[in-house]
């Protein structure tokens, strides 16, 4: 089954304790990117890529670190996290082509910084 | 400032009747525009894009959407509205080099 995968689905964690959240796609596309969906606000990007070893920042990446060291995995990191980055996280992927694919969504990361 | 705006929070409709979730874009050149859906507790679903062409979309669901480049609009619209599809919305942007921007999402009510 196509899909993007995301883990872990909920994560409790205290203010300035490194975590990471892994997402997985099986479809060979080739970008990826990180969301964040706040009451309110929508989904912002996070970071994006275009392929491997090629990222980008979205509109709100202060805070979070991304790698694409594998085409099919695109890990998000937040380093000291606070309370500010308490959201519902989404990995999203596509086709690169010119940019007029559709994405596929995982189910979600619901984080909680303490 | 690239943005994209749903004026809306919440749209109710009575089941039955059309349905319309309007959404304007502000980006340069010319942009991909996107509908998603999101149901409760889970993730984005495709429903429909404009890339070129026919300024009226078919998507999934029974749902389209029609491109007005003048007004810089992407409404969705249905029909015929169905208590399922009660949900909420997200119009989105590809601006050129990838980037994507949301708009802040529509809440449908469908009541019965």
Known sequence: EAQVTQNPRYLITVTGKKLTVTCSQNMNHEYMS????DPGL???QIY???????TDKGDVPEGYKVSRKEKRNFPLILESPSPNQTSLYFCASSPSGRGGYEQYF???TRLTVT | AQSVA???DQVNVAEGNPLTVKCTYSVSGNPYLFWYVQYPNRGLQFLLKYITGDNLVKGSYG???????????FHLKKPSALVSDSALYFCAVRAPGFKTIFGAGTRLFVKA
């Open chain 1, 34 to 37: 990180w969301y964040r969906q």
């Open chain 1, 42 to 44: 929508g989904l912002r």
């Open chain 1, 48 to 54: 994006y890529s275009m392929n491997v070893e090629v």
């Open chain 1, 106 to 108: 995982g189910p979600g």
């Open chain 2, 6 to 8: 749903q004026p809306e």
């Open chain 2, 63 to 73: 749902f389209e959407a029609e491109f007005n480049k003048s007004q810089t609009s």
